[in-house]
């Protein structure tokens, strides 16, 4: 990838992405993240897998391809306060974005949002507060959500939710990913962790524009999600066409969505594909986050671990075949999370005399 068209941001595939006149196309130079090839893991199993690190991306996760559509949607439309939600990475993403042009931003962050990731959305401008209950109590939930939706009815802003149901303009960013993926070959499967469903389903259908246009093949886009949110994976696996409401119990920050969202186009999206659910639960989230740091070197959030520990059990219980050639997301870095720095690491090394 060129510095150049690195320098375009998701907007060097403008001609894929919604239309926006040029001076409102805002980049902090999102996208082109790498995709690191697995040295170790999955070697042993016949697997070949890939890493696409949007860590990678301005303020360290895939929400900056969010919000730079989003945002310059809203420059476009002359728009001045921005009304989001988020369990840390969106806000974070909005708050940079927002700041760069002067926009207003206002986030109603889930409860147990880990606090680096809210200092970070502080300390770029962004008013923020919690929520009892937001993002593990379905009705809850939905209340913050009508509540936001109300707000912006009444004209006190442009609510901005990385999910279709709520941004469709900003979501379409996000579909760049499919693009970078299939200009860099062709995979089996692309493992994708799930909260309200709205990546997964980016995935599908960025690699829908990808068909069209090029005929190149869709790989099986897999959904995977903590059994302790397990709203789309366990339908899509069963063959159900709905995706349904849980009370949310897993300890996985940024996958805490009680609720449906995108769930059952995303259960729709992948099956077309040939894709299916899996479910892991939070100690095997953990458990591929440690692997990947310590056999691979990289270091990310627990939910940029759960498309690899899903990758991992599908091919334990006989699900994915030896040979498969796949991508697993990595959807954002893990210093914003100290509590899960803190399990990997393990106490602070002690100070020492120097010993000549």
């Not at 559509?69 to 988020?86: D, K, Q």
């Not at 493992?191 to 709205?198: C, L, M, S, T």
């Not at 899903?310 to 796949?326: C, F, N, P, T, V």
Request: some cysteine.
């Amino acid at each position: 990838m060129s510095a150049v068209a690195h320098s375009q941001g998701v907007w060097r595939w403008a001609h894929w992405l919604p239309e926006m006149p040029m001076p409102s196309r805002l980049t902090r130079g999102e996208g082109a993240t790498p995709l690191v090839r697995a040295r170790v893991i999955g070697r042993d199993q016949g697997l070949d897998i890939y890493f696409k690190l949007e860590s990678g991306n301005p303020t360290g996760s895939y929400k900056d391809r969010f919000a730079a559509v989003a945002i310059s949607g809203m420059i476009a439309n002359g728009e001045t306060r921005c009304l989001a939600t988020s369990s840390g990475n969106t806000g974070a993403a909005l708050a940079a974005y927002c700041t760069a042009v002067g926009i207003l931003c206002e986030i109603a962050v889930v409860e147990t949002a880990p606090l680096g990731k809210l200092q970070q959305m502080q300390a770029l401008g962004a008013d923020i507060y919690r929520v009892r209950g937001f993002g593990m109590d379905a009705a809850v939930t939905s209340s913050v959500m009508q509540s936001l939706a109300t707000r912006e009815a009444d004209g006190e802003g442009k609510v901005q939710i990385s999910a279709y149901r709520f941004s469709p303009v900003g979501m379409a960013g996000v579909q760049t990913i499919s693009y970078e993926l299939a200009e860099s070959g062709q995979f089996s499967h692309i493992f994708v962790p799930a909260g309200g469903g709205g990546l997964a389903l980016a995935v599908a259908r960025g690699y829908s524009v990808v068909r069209e246009n090029t005929g190149a093949p869709t790989p099986r886009i897999e959904c995977a999600q903590p059994e302790g949110n397990d709203t789309i994976a366990s339908p899509l696996h069963e063959g159900s066409s709905s995706a349904r409401s849980v009370e949310c119990t897993s300890r996985i920050s940024g996958l805490q969505v009680a609720n449906v969202i995108d769930g059952d186009q995303t259960i729709e999206a992948c099956r077309a594909s040939g894709g299916s659910g899996h479910i892991v639960t939070d100690d095997e989230v953990w458990a591929a986050q440690r692997l990947m740091a310590r056999e691979e070197g990289l270091w990310c959030e627990p939910a940029g671990a759960v498309a690899l520990a899903a990758a991992l059990r599908a091919h334990r219980i006989g699900r994915l075949e030896s040979g498969a050639r796949l991508v697993c997301l990595v959807t954002g870095g893990g210093w914003k999370d100290e509590v899960s720095l803190q399990r990997l690491a393990g106490a602070p090394p002690e100070t020492r005399d120097l010993d000549l």
